[in-house]
C-alpha cells in the first residue's frame, strides 16, 4: 500500500500557492495540511503538523528559506522540495539536502515526477523504521529467551534439561562441571568459564575460580579474615568467596 503525502506549501505568494495547491489536489496519494506564507508560521506547522513533504519557495531578494531550515531539528525535518522564479539557489538547495528544485510557474509533469521521488524515499524510511522495529524486537525476545535457556546434561543414561533459575551453584571438577540443583549433583562435561557464558550475568556470579553462584539462592554473607566472605545459601550449604571476587558480589548485592 503506498503511502499517503502529507504536503505542507509554504509560499508568501497567495496566487503561486494556490496554483501548487490545484496541481497537488490532481494527485493521487497526496494531502496538503497546511499552507504558510511565512517563516514562523512555517517552522510552527511543521512542530504541529509533521509533513512528510514540504514544498518551500526560494525568493531572488534573499534566501529566507535557508534562515528557516536552520531552525528546524534534522531528525525532524521532513523531504524539502524547493520552488522559485530563478535557478540561482539551486547548488543551495541541493546542499541542504532537498529532493528537488522546481522552477515557477511549477509545472504538472516536473510536480509528478516529485512526488513520485519523495513517495520512494518515504517507503524507504518506512522501510528503515519497520527494520530497526523488527531488530529491536528480535533483540528483547533474544534477552529474554537468555533467561529461559536450559542446560543439557546426561546422568544414567537419561537427557536431563535443566532450567537455570533453578541452578543453586556450580562447581568446576577438571574438564567437568558440577551442576547442583535443589540437593541433587549433575555432572556436565564443560570448563566451568564456558557454562559461565551462558548464564545471565546479574542472576549468577563467580565467588572463586571455581564456583558459581545463583543470587536468589543466597540466604547470608559472613565476614571472616582477610576480606573474604562466608555465602550461606537457602538450603544451608557453606560456600567460601575469596578476596579477588568479592568487589562483583557486592556490586550485585547493592
Not at 161 to 189: M, P, S, T
Request: hydrophobic share 40%; proline share 3%.
Amino acid at each position: 500500500m503506498l503511502p499517503t503525502i502529507r504536503t505542507l506549501i509554504a509560499d508568501v505568494d497567495t496566487e503561486a500557492r494556490g496554483r501548487l495547491r490545484a496541481l497537488l489536489a490532481s494527485e493521487i496519494g497526496v494531502s496538503v495540511v497546511a499552507e504558510c506564507a511565512g517563516s514562523s508560521q512555517t517552522i510552527a506547522a511543521v512542530e504541529a503538523h509533521k509533513p512528510d513533504l514540504v514544498f518551500l519557495d526560494l525568493h531572488p531578494a534573499e534566501a529566507t528559506a535557508f534562515q528557516l531550515l536552520s531552525q528546524i531539528p534534522r531528525e525532524n525535518r521532513p523531504i524539502l522540495v524547493f520552488t522559485s522564479a530563478h535557478d540561482r539557489y539551486v547548488m543551495q538547495a541541493f546542499e541542504a539536502r532537498a529532493l528537488d528544485y522546481l522552477l515557477k510557474p511549477v509545472q504538472a509533469h516536473r510536480l509528478h515526477a516529485a512526488l513520485e521521488r519523495a513517495r520512494v524515499e518515504l517507503i524507504k524510511a518506512q522501510d528503515r523504521d519497520l527494520t530497526n522495529r523488527l531488530l529491536e524486537l528480535l533483540a528483547v525476545t533474544r534477552s529474554e529467551s537468555q533467561g529461559d535457556r536450559r542446560l543439557v546434561v546426561k546422568s544414567g543414561g537419561r537427557v536431563i534439561f535443566l532450567n537455570l533459575h533453578e541452578i543453586d551453584w556450580i562447581k568446576a571438577a577438571g574438564n567437568y562441571v558440577q551442576v547442583n540443583v535443589q540437593g541433587h549433583c549433575y555432572v556436565l562435561r564443560e570448563g566451568i568459564s564456558r557454562v559461565a557464558e551462558r548464564l545471565d550475568p546479574n542472576q549468577f556470579v563467580r565467588i572463586h575460580r571455581s564456583i558459581i553462584v545463583n543470587l536468589e539462592k543466597i540466604k547470608e554473607l559472613h565476614p571472616c579474615n582477610r576480606g573474604e566472605y562466608m555465602v550461606i545459601l537457602r538450603d544451608g550449604k557453606e560456600l567460601s568467596c575469596s578476596r579477588g571476587y568479592r568487589s562483583r558480589l557486592q556490586q550485585l548485592i547493592s
